[in-house]
């Protein structure tokens, strides 16, 4: 299948798990994870309708947006992020969605005051409290959201999560319901320099889960894209 109809194809199931859980399919976002697919391929993903695109690694984003990839949609930065990468990435995504350690609040918060500009981001959360992943443990976040205010050159307009690799569907729930919850609790209280307009969570193998359980973005590739070649990924 060609990337418009696999965008055509994603679309049909958002909408049948938007519509199985009472909701508007329109209010949720497809955010093309582009991770190690070209130029072209991520035009074509914009041509057939995308949201917008996410890019994993620093050095494809700079790369593609020079070859003028994302014209036509906005681009985020969903990968973890070094902070000595912050200059390279703030100014020049509209969202970085993988925010996850206060050491990297901190530089693009520094970065974003230097070119006197508001740079919009996600809380990453570890919901799964994994010691393989970054991310903020759920506990944690509503202080951090409170003292948002400390940091008058970021928006924070939201929460984004990679939850654990589960067996089914239920397992899946647990975590994305948790996320739900902790997302509605943050948005009952009012904080300077937050709009909790985005709660991003669900991938190709597990995005009808994560609307069904309240996302209004999801992040695909491979559904979009196809299985990326990690070889040919290691010869260039």
Known sequence: ????????????????????????????????????????????????????????????????????????????????????????????????????????????????????IVQDILLEVNIGREESKGGFFAEAVPDLVQQMGNYPNIRLRGLMAIPPICRDSAENCKFFQKMYNLSVDITGKKSDNVAMDFLSMGMSGDFADAIRCGSNMVRVGTGIFGPRDYAKCHQQ
């Open 1 to 116: 299948m060609s990337i418009a109809e696999n965008v055509a194809a994603i679309r049909s199931q958002m909408a049948q798990a938007a519509a199985a859980a009472g909701r508007d399919p329109a209010e949720i976002l497809l955010c093309a994870a582009t991770k190690m697919n070209d130029a072209d391929a991520v035009r074509q993903a914009i041509a057939a309708g995308v949201d917008c695109c996410g890019e994993n690694r620093v050095q494809e984003l700079t790369a593609k947006a020079a070859q003028g990839a994302y014209q036509g949609a906005p681009v985020h930065f969903i990968g973890r992020l070094q902070t000595n990468k912050v200059r390279q990435v703030v100014g020049r995504v509209s969202l970085i969605q993988s925010v996850d350690r206060l050491r990297l609040l901190q530089a693009i918060q520094a970065e974003a005051a230097r070119q006197g």
